[in-house]
């Protein structure tokens, strides 16, 4: 158990504020039956639903890898240790890429083209992907990323909760 909140406590820290919020619910989305752990198969909805087609087997594969056992279940420590690993793996973008992909993720969510995200823009684009989720995990989002605080998101606050 000990060696449990070592391993919880120095992967936390190798995250920002915003970044472990992010990635809490990133990992509760792919965790669908809400049980704490993540299989292979419920990595494979995710991905299918994101029009990424994988087998089962690299699944499971993927699952192996990210989990510090080496079992078929990963837990939210096996997955923030998993995308630090991805991140350093990752040759930093050009800004010019950088700022594109930004803006065309951006574009993804303002349906309406006004230069905001709102809360039923965020629910349409998790809808859209297949992914029911709560209105209290759309608040969080809003809350975490709504700097100004006037109840949506704009580029800037879009831009500073991704790269922050």
């Known amino acids: 158990m000990a060696r449990m909140c070592r391993r919880s406590s120095s992967i936390k820290k190798e995250f920002?504020?915003?970044e472990l919020e992010g990635l809490k619910i990133a990992f509760e989305l792919l965790d669908r039956n809400q049980d704490g752990r993540v299989t292979p198969g419920e990595l494979k909805i995710m991905l299918n639903n994101l029009g990424i087609d994988l087998s089962l087997e690299k699944a499971e594969e993927i699952i192996r890898t990210a989990s510090h056992s080496g079992s078929d279940l990963i837990d939210q420590n096996d997955f923030l240790?998993?995308?630090k690993l991805i991140q350093q793996a990752c040759p930093g973008d050009g800004d010019e890429d950088l700022s594109s992909d930004l803006k065309a993720a951006f574009e993804v969510f303002d349906n309406d083209r006004d230069g905001f995200i709102t809360k039923e823009e965020l629910k349409t684009a998790m809808e859209m992907i297949g992914?029911?989720?709560t209105d209290e995990?759309?608040?969080q989002v809003i809350r975490m990323a709504d700097i100004d605080k006037d109840g949506r998101i704009n580029y800037e606050e879009f831009v500073k909760?991704?790269?922050s």
């Open 16 to 18: 920002s504020e915003n």
């Open 137 to 139: 995990q759309l608040d």
């Open 81 to 83: 240790s998993f995308v």
């Open 131 to 133: 992914e029911a989720v």
């Open 161 to 163: 909760m991704l790269t």
